[in-house]
């Protein structure tokens, strides 16, 4: 059991930056592959980027390339996800989730078996 937390969400200005953090506890955290989702009203959680246990390995979103920059400290068990160039559509709930690294680095989040309780992030225009 892996346990998640997110912070470091907040409200921003289009075009501007937000780093978010996912600290970890439990079990060790470079057991786990990691990935951030979202959420925003109405929609579905969708997949935003995710991390090999290692770090040797990163996917991202088609609509956040470029943008967002995920990576990870396994000395310091946190997750992160750095947001540049941020748009009014990016404003949702952002979660992070992990899985064993022995399954695969999924963009599905049926693939993902611990979650974090979400941080709010909104970007006004």
């Known amino acids: 059991q892996v346990y998640l937390e997110e912070s470091g969400g907040g409200l921003v200005q289009t075009g501007g930056s937000l780093r978010l953090s996912c600290a970890a506890s439990?079990?060790?955290?470079?057991?786990?592959?990691m990935a951030w989702f979202r959420q925003a009203p109405g929609n579905q959680r969708e997949f935003v980027a995710a991390i090999a246990w290692n770090g040797d390995y990163r996917n991202y979103a088609d609509s956040v390339k470029g943008r967002f920059t995920i990576f990870r400290d396994n000395a310091k068990n946190t997750l992160y996800l750095q947001m540049n160039s941020l748009e009014p559509e990016d404003t949702a709930v952002y979660y992070c989730a992990g899985v064993y690294r022995t399954h695969a680095l999924e963009s599905d989040k049926s693939g993902y078996d611990y979650w974090g309780q979400g941080t709010q992030v909104t970007v006004s225009s």
């Open positions: 439990g079990r060790p955290f470079n057991s786990y592959h």
